[in-house]
């Protein structure tokens, strides 16, 4: 387990964007897989998009893919979520989540809450029409 803190959620109308923040407290954040889900009320978690240690691959949920980035400062120890063309199905809480093993995953795998063994306690996303 380590510690992570999200950040940069509130409410945006529609179309709009957004840039969420995960700051991690761990001393070898560059070799942790990254991952953001989110979960509404009512609804299951579910997997947003990751990225890898290193290089830094990434990995997206069809419904954002070409919406959303998912990028890493490993000097910073922090990833984030950069959200654009936000509709108000995004509505969600989002939450960060790290793999902190270092160990190879397909991105099927990346896509399930399996993999990672550390998550934040979330930020609110709200999108109104």
């Known amino acids: 387990q380590v510690q992570l803190v999200e950040s940069g959620g509130g409410l945006v109308q529609a179309g709009g964007s957004l840039r ?8 070898t954040f560059s070799t942790y897989t990254m991952g953001w889900f989110h979960q509404a009320p009512g609804k299951e978690r579910e997997f947003v998009a990751a990225i890898s240690p290193r290089i830094g691959s990434t990995y ?3 419904s954002v893919k070409g919406r959303f980035t998912i990028s890493r400062d490993n000097a910073k120890n922090t990833v ?16 960060c989540a790290a793999d902190t093993r270092g160990w190879q995953h397909t991105s099927v795998v990346l896509a399930t809450p399996n993999p990672y063994n550390s998550w934040g306690q979330g930020t609110q996303v709200t999108v109104s029409s």
């Open 80 to 95: 984030y979520l950069q959200m654009n063309s936000l509709e108000p199905e995004d509505t969600a809480v989002y939450y």
């Open 20 to 27: 969420l923040s995960c700051a991690a407290s761990g001393r």
């Open 60 to 62: 997206y949920a069809d």
